[in-house]
């Protein structure tokens, strides 16, 4: 069994997660006023960097040290995002107004703590350096994906897929690509609860072609430098941590001369980009 499942699984079984719920202390209120509740209240308080060093051995189970996540996809990228995004999706996955089976029990105020932890916790996320080398799609479709991100994404997650404050808006530049495909899955099939609407009307129509190569254009984004760590950097605040591969095999080797192969043929057409919502 991998670290994470079985780190999972004793939170369960010790903590009593269902009782922690804030949903099931306050049936009165729905998760989303629940979870806005508890936004408003971590926004208020003043963080404590150093106390989010502490808290944040909880989230290094999955996210690692550096907050990297796994180019998989199983886990997303963190660090360097925003501090208002980071307590928003906390808040909502706490009150369940966001399922996330594997996040929730390390998320809950027994394990995690109350809204001084999350908004400690929060800031040293954000301020993490960002992976350099984050996971990216096949680069086949890059021109299409771009022009599907000017017209349907730049508007909210900017130009460069920074983000925006103040509208909880996540920054999307150098998020894993396999990542992005999950969510983005979710967002359509309306699995993820928190969804913006404003998002959910403009993918609505877009092909799975678009879809590809639009979130392939987004993962090869670049935050800027200053955000951005070294080659080889590693958090030096988890001197003792053992980095393994979390239970996933390493990547094989790829077949010799396979970069000598010719070049495949261009893809067929397909419709262009659909025109954004009005």
Same mark, same amino acid.
């Given at each position: 069994m991998s670290r994470p499942a079985l780190a999972i699984r004793l939170c369960v079984a010790l903590c009593g997660i269902a009782s922690t719920s804030a949903s099931a202390e306050d049936p009165v209120k729905g998760p989303a006023e629940i979870a806005r509740l508890e936004y408003e209240q971590v926004m208020s308080l003043t963080p404590d960097l150093e106390n989010g060093r502490k808290v944040y051995l909880t989230c290094a189970v999955c996210h690692r040290p550096e907050g990297w996540g796994s180019p998989d996809g199983a886990y997303p990228q963190i660090a360097g995002q925003l501090r208002p995004v980071i307590i928003k999706q906390l808040a909502d996955i706490r009150a369940r107004n966001r399922d996330n089976p594997l996040m929730y029990p390390f998320s809950v105020p027994r394990i995690l703590g109350g809204a001084q932890n999350v908004a400690d916790v929060a800031v040293y996320?954000?301020?993490?350096?960002?992976?350099?080398?984050n996971g990216v799609g096949p680069g /086949?479709?890059?021109?299409?994906?771009?022009?599907?991100?000017?017209?349907?994404c730049s508007k909210c997650h900017g130009e460069n897929g920074e983000g925006n404050e103040a509208e909880h808006i996540p920054a999307i530049a150098g998020q894993h690509y396999l990542y992005l495909m999950?969510?983005?899955?979710?967002?359509?099939?309306?699995?993820?609860?928190?969804?913006?609407?404003?998002? /959910?009307?403009?993918?609505?129509?877009?092909?799975p072609r678009h879809q590809a190569a639009v979130l392939d254009y987004t993962a090869r984004l670049?935050?800027?430098?200053?955000?951005?760590?070294?080659?080889?950097?590693?958090?030096?605040?988890?001197?003792?941590? /053992?980095?393994?591969?979390?239970?996933?095999?390493?990547?094989?080797?790829?077949?010799?001369?396979?970069?000598?192969?010719?070049?495949? /043929?261009?893809?067929?057409?397909?419709?262009?980009?659909?025109?954004?919502?009005?």
């Open positions: 996320v954000a301020q993490l350096p960002m992976t350099p080398e /086949v479709d890059l021109p299409l994906g771009k022009d599907v991100y000017t017209e349907h999950r969510q983005f899955d979710a967002i359509r099939t309306g699995r993820r609860k928190n969804s913006d609407p404003k998002m /959910v009307k403009q993918i609505d129509g877009l092909t670049r935050p800027p430098e200053t955000k951005l760590a070294k080659t080889g950097w590693t958090n030096p605040d988890f001197p003792s941590y /053992v980095r393994d591969p979390m239970g996933v095999p390493p990547t094989p080797p790829m077949p010799a001369g396979l970069m000598d192969a010719p070049v495949s /043929v261009e893809p067929p057409a397909y419709p262009s980009v659909p025109p954004a919502p009005r």
